[in-house]
């Protein structure tokens, strides 16, 4: 390699560096208001264990939600599932208008794990391996996990699947590893709507607080008969859809404004 393309790329790694450190700041800065460096936050936590006094949980507004699956695709890049399984995904629905004469409309609904306040694959669990932070953001210990899939069958939300590479339980963690080190979880980085908003629940002057408390008539969440008590909302879904979030992979289910099913499929 000559000396010029040596020089050229030196520059571009410093230039990749600094844009990588920006979030860190924006991040907590957005949290902590009245500091101005990120490197000084007072907070006692551990990366196992959470941030202590923090109750991590995510806004999702379909009205700004394009389908783009950006979401799904940053989200296999940061963290590299076995090919045809995903942490998230962004289901499309087709919704029939009663007027024939109308064109159908569609709805975007992004999924992932809901980090539930009472999460039922944490009972189930017979070693631990699954567990709940202090931050609220429920988690797998890959170590202990022996893949039984109790927990997969135990999710309401078939928001958990077991890896094929690893033989363990998988699934969203929004992203815990970039919120420890203070920086936003890939899919809410780099949704091109900023439909996805995540944030401490404990903070009434946090975004997502401001966001859920603006918005708290149109507040919803996926099946809530099932008592599991969801952290991830969503704005602007339908009550018909609440529990019609049947599989993992993203589909098209043709369906009445009713919420009656017409056609299931790719």
């Known amino acids: 390699m000559d000396k010029s393309k040596r020089q050229f790329l030196g520059k571009m790694a410093s230039v990749s560096v600094g844009a990588a450190l920006i979030p860190v700041v924006q991040v ?25 006094g923090k109750r991590y949980g995510m806004v ?10 950006a979401c799904t695709v940053a989200c296999t890049i940061e963290n590299q599932p076995p090919l045809g399984q995903f942490r998230t995904t962004v289901q499309q629905y087709e919704v029939s208008q009663q007027d024939e004469a109308s064109s ?17 694959c944490i009972p189930v669990c017979p070693t631990g391996a699954t567990f709940q932070r202090k931050d609220g953001i429920v988690v797998v210990n890959n170590e202990w996990c022996v893949g039984c899939g109790y927990c997969v069958h135990a999710c309401p939300y078939d928001a958990r699947f077991i890896n094929h590479d690893t033989n363990t339980a998988d699934k969203c963690t929004f992203c815990a590893h970039r919120l420890d080190v203070g920086l936003l979880p890939a899919c809410v980085e780099t949704c091109v709507g900023e439909a996805r908003v995540i944030g401490d629940l404990n903070d009434p002057n946090s975004q997502i607080s401001q966001l859920l408390a603006a918005n708290s008539s149109d507040i919803k969440v996926l099946k809530p008969d099932a008592n599991t008590a969801p952290r991830v909302f969503y704005i602007g879904m ?29």
């Open 28 to 52: 907590y800065a957005q949290d902590n208001p009245q500091s101005g460096n990120a490197g000084s936050c007072s907070q006692t936590y551990n990366a196992s264990e959470g941030q202590v």
């Open 104 to 120: 159908p409309a569609f709805l975007m609904l992004p999924r992932l794990c809901n980090h539930c306040e009472n999460p039922p």
């Open 60 to 69: 999702i507004d379909l009205r700004r939600c394009v389908g783009c699956q």
């Open 238 to 266: 339908s009550s018909a859809f609440e529990d019609r979030i049947s599989g993992q992979a993203p589909v098209r289910t043709l369906l009445t404004d009713t919420g009656e099913e017409i056609h299931h499929g790719h």
